[in-house]
């Protein structure tokens, strides 16, 4: 059987990232709209009846609009913006989260792609507040280096056509602290509140590395970074995308320090522990452009559609 797929917002970094995953998987058939029709509201209602799944690629509002096209129960919708990620009537697209989260994707019409922030957050941290190991209460903080990519066309923009001596040293970013990753940051994670994050863009076109201090004291569990990395290997063992990197991680980093763009083009996600008893260090590294958005976009199609899950992304 093939399958229609259109992708709302086909010019923006997403979704031409998604088009050219597509390109690869057979049984898909991806239908276009016109660029000069593209914000032609019957044009775009009548194209996404015509699909059978919707990827959309589009600001938070645009979304929203999309959706309320859509008028039969057979066209199925993936959402990349944070519209929907803590709607309940939606199901939020991280595959690895759960073990029965895969099954609940497969039998949803409506999946939100996680945000890249929130996708290395919350592997990284959710095992072990799901095994006990920190308290609900915990008040967590991470920050996050990330290309510009990150920040569509008009960042891409000014990264790569202007002469500005600021723009080649990273430059924290959302420090009112209300990063539109936060809600899903929190609900998913398992803890009472929102991390405060800080996130920081680099001078690099893509790759993502989100990183959490944690401190052992305020654990409900006595237990060492070396423990902490044989629980996450556990939690993950049979998990495709996601690699949990030995304690003992100095083999994986280049003269001591770590490689950021080391999973660049790829879907996977790396986790490293490192640290010692008194204090302790997650890494996810990560492609912003891959698991961080439309690499995790097709890994929800696939399973959707009954694929296998790698396809397009191997």
Not at 120 to 126: E, K, R, S
Not at 207 to 225: C, E, R
Not at 259 to 269: E, G, P, R, V
Request: proline share 5%; glycine share 8%; net charge negative.
């Amino acid at each position: 059987m093939k399958y229609n797929i259109f992708v709302d917002g086909q010019e923006g970094t997403t979704g031409l990232k998604i088009h050219e995953y597509l390109s690869k998987i057979p049984n898909v058939e991806v239908i276009k709209i016109e660029s000069e029709r593209r914000k032609d509201h019957d044009a775009r209602r009548a194209i996404i009846h015509e699909a059978d799944l919707v990827f959309l690629c589009l600001p938070d509002s645009a979304s929203r609009e999309s959706v309320s096209m859509v008028r039969n129960t057979r066209t199925k919708i993936i959402d990349a913006s944070t519209a929907f990620r803590t709607n309940p009537e939606w199901i939020y697209g991280l595959p690895e989260l759960h073990k029965d989260q895969r099954n609940r994707i497969q039998h949803s019409s409506r999946v939100s792609v996680p945000g890249c922030h929130a996708t290395g957050y919350i592997l990284a941290i959710q095992p072990l507040v799901a095994a006990g190991i920190i308290p609900r209460d915990y008040p967590a903080s991470c920050y996050a280096l990330t290309g510009y990519s990150g920040g569509g066309k008009k960042l891409i923009n000014e990264y790569e056509n202007s002469n500005k001596e600021q723009l080649l040293a990273p430059r924290h970013y959302a420090l009112h602290l209300h990063h539109k990753h936060l809600p899903e940051m929190q609900l998913y994670s398992g803890l009472h509140s929102a991390p405060l994050f800080t996130p920081i863009v680099g001078n690099y076109y893509q790759g993502d590395a989100v990183t959490i201090p944690l401190f052992p004291s305020m654990f409900t569990k006595h237990v060492t970074a070396k423990d902490i990395q044989e629980v996450l290997a556990a939690y993950y063992q049979d998990e495709r995308f996601i690699r949990v990197m030995p304690y003992e991680s100095e083999a994986y980093l280049e003269d001591g320090c770590f490689n950021l763009m080391q999973c660049n083009d790829t879907n996977f996600l790396d986790l490293f522990v490192f640290g010692h008893e008194d204090q302790i260090l997650l890494i996810s590294r990560f492609d912003n452009l891959g698991k961080g958005a439309s690499g995790a976009a097709i890994q929800n199609m696939n399973i959707l559609l009954g694929f296998d899950e790698g396809l397009g992304l191997e």
